[in-house]
């Protein structure tokens, strides 16, 4: 489907850049019209700004939604789509494995105001239906963290209705270029557009798109008092990188899935955890992007492997033009209550890739070099 721009005013190529805080009124009636409802002037940016207004209409009509919502981190999108479904005493049903920070917000801050997530097998269809009943949000990330495990989102998404269960899917990993799970009747579609979207690790900030009914009730009373507004200086830099989206998105396939191929045949690698080698005839996916994990063989001294790759780059996220190594043990050790890669007990021995968009054969030389050395 193809999104184009509108025309910008002055012949603008690019949206401008509206950085301001607030919108002056040309006459008393004008304000009190807009404080009525009755026109859609800019008010202040904090709720509303011209340039997220561009980003928004794009990102709604990639994902095939009515509305859209942006914030200042994928963690904002996510914590601002939950409070504004829950009450105390729901339970949240959530798939194992999802990104570890929306796992610690269901665990922790949401246990704090007396709503129980219950976490499950996102495979099992039977396990989800039998926790279904009763629960308020079912929290899905598909394909999700570490073992890039993918959900039967048109079956999943079909039980939830029928239990009057609305549905959340992190869509990050497949980017709304090979994935847009509302046409299979998801109700929202979370991104952490510090990934694809941004595309260059120069931005945090997150994306939602949905019903106009549930983006209306959130914008009327959530997203205004939490605060976590995207600016138009980073909404400027998301639609810069939509712009290249696609395209890097084909690039990240090619490239994910020879270095994928290349790893699983290779010796000193046990397993590869990549949607694309163990495709599932349910998936929705149209393509695959970068990130994927590996289990490292018996031998394989992991920080020695790490230390000795000079491309490839030690760092948490991912998305941007340089490929990246996460080791999961630095996961599994890190500090705090609650965490996923424990509880779900991801391997020590797995280290999670980002393929970038260097040249392929000089990232394959390189992960050979440290394989071999390591
Ligand atoms: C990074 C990430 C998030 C969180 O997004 P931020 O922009 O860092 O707040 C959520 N989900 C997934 C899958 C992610 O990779």
């Not at 239906?129 to 963290?145: I, Q, V």
């Not at 994928?260 to 949607?275: D, I, N």
């Not at 929705?284 to 491309?311: H, K, M, N, T």
């Amino acid at each position: 489907m193809l999104v184009h721009d509108e025309r910008h005013s002055k012949g603008a190529i690019a949206p401008p850049i509206y950085q301001t805080s607030l919108f002056s009124f040309d006459s008393y009636q004008s304000m009190v019209d807009r404080f009525r409802g009755d026109t859609d002037q800019s008010v202040y940016s904090r709720v509303g700004n011209p340039t997220v207004s561009v980003l928004l209409d794009k990102i709604r009509r990639l994902e095939q939604g009515e509305a859209a919502a942006a914030f200042s981190s994928g963690m904002a999108a996510i914590s601002n789509a939950i409070l504004s479904l829950v009450k105390s005493g729901d339970r949240i049903v959530c798939v194992k494995d999802v990104y570890p920070d929306a796992y610690r917000l269901l665990r922790g801050l949401c246990a704090r105001f007396g709503i129980i997530a219950e976490f499950v097998d996102g495979s099992d269809l039977a396990a989800i239906e039998a926790t279904l009943p009763g629960a308020t949000l079912l929290y899905l990330e598909s394909p999700n963290s570490w073992l890039m495990q993918e959900q039967d989102l048109v079956a999943i998404a079909k039980l939830a209705r029928a239990n009057g269960v609305t549905t959340i899917v992190d869509n990050s990993w497949a980017s709304p270029i090979f994935q847009k799970p509302l046409q299979s009747g998801i109700d929202l579609v979370v991104h952490s557009a510090s990934k694809y979207i941004s595309g260059h690790s120069d931005t945090v900030a997150g994306l939602l798109v949905g019903s106009r009914s549930l983006i209306e009730t959130m914008n009327a009373e959530v997203t205004p008092y939490l605060g976590a507004k995207l600016s138009a200086q980073e909404a400027a830099l998301l639609l810069r990188g939509l712009r290249t989206l696609p395209l890097r998105m084909q690039r990240h396939q090619e490239s994910g899935l020879m270095i994928a191929e290349r790893l699983s045949q290779h010796a000193r690698v046990k397993r590869v955890f990549h949607p694309g080698l163990a495709r599932k005839d349910y998936s929705l996916l149209r393509g695959y992007g970068g990130l994927f994990s590996i289990e490292l063989a018996g031998g394989v001294d992991i920080p020695a492997f790490c230390d000795a790759l000079s491309v490839f780059r030690l760092g948490v996220s991912w998305g941007g033009y340089e490929s990246l190594v996460m080791p999961a043990e630095v996961s599994i050790n890190q500090a705090g209550e609650h965490n996923s890669a424990v509880d779900f007990g991801v391997s020590p021995r797995m280290i999670r890739l980002f393929v970038g968009l260097e040249n392929p054969e000089d990232l394959w030389t390189d992960l050979s070099q440290a394989l071999a050395g390591a």
